[in-house]
């Protein structure tokens, strides 16, 4: 599905289920974006603090990848989920992540309506990165994918089978770059 503009479903969440407080007066207290692509394996944050310049930082960042190709309602569950934690923190003035404040309020928006579902955690598939090595058993020749690199592991299958089960460094692993890296 196309990427919908976040801002009007913002404020229709907002006087939906905030009554209006994320945005007193129409003026918005936070940020509301979609990410520029970088962000992979998380649908969506929300942060607040200060920018290097000493401005105020408060937004709501959506993930373009993880989001766009997902139908309608998981752009609004979790523009709702991080539009909780907006609310929490500017609104009631606490620092929680999903504590009691939140719960109860996700467990309100749930009850009142059906369009979406929310939760602690999202479920939407996140693509599968490639190993950035592949390790090598130097005599079996048996290969692993590896995100990063480890030292000292060794092969098990060869250890059991030639050292009694005990680490042996003749079949520590050799690491490469694969090619997918």
């Excluded at 919908?4 to 289920?17: I, K, Q, S, T, V």
């Excluded at 929490?88 to 009850?111: K, S």
């Excluded at 929310?118 to 939407?124: D, I, Q």
């Excluded at 009694?164 to 694969?178: H, I, K, N, T, V």
Aim: with cysteine; hydrophobic share 40%; charged share 25%.
């Amino acid at each position: 599905m196309p990427l919908e503009p976040l801002l009007p479903l913002f404020h229709r969440l907002n006087r939906e289920h905030f009554a209006g407080a994320l945005a007193p007066g129409g003026t918005s207290l936070v940020a509301v974006r979609w990410s520029d692509g970088r962000m992979r394996r998380t649908a969506g944050l929300y942060r607040s603090g200060r920018h290097a310049d000493g401005r105020d930082l408060c937004e709501i960042v959506l993930s373009r990848p993880l989001l766009e190709p997902l139908p309608r309602e998981a752009t609004l569950s979790t523009l709702c989920h991080e539009m909780i934690h907006a609310w929490v923190d500017r609104v009631l003035g606490v620092r929680e992540v999903h504590g009691p404040q939140f719960r109860a309020r996700m467990a309100a928006i749930n009850a009142a309506q059906d369009e979406f579902r929310l939760s602690v955690r999202h479920r939407f598939p996140v693509p599968a990165r490639p190993p950035r090595w592949i390790a090598r058993c130097p005599s079996c020749d048996l290969a692993a994918p590896y995100r990063r690199r480890v030292k000292g592991v060794a092969c098990r299958l060869c250890c059991e089978r030639f050292s009694g089960g005990r680490w042996d460094p003749r079949y520590q692993l050799l690491f490469e770059a694969s090619a997918a890296a």
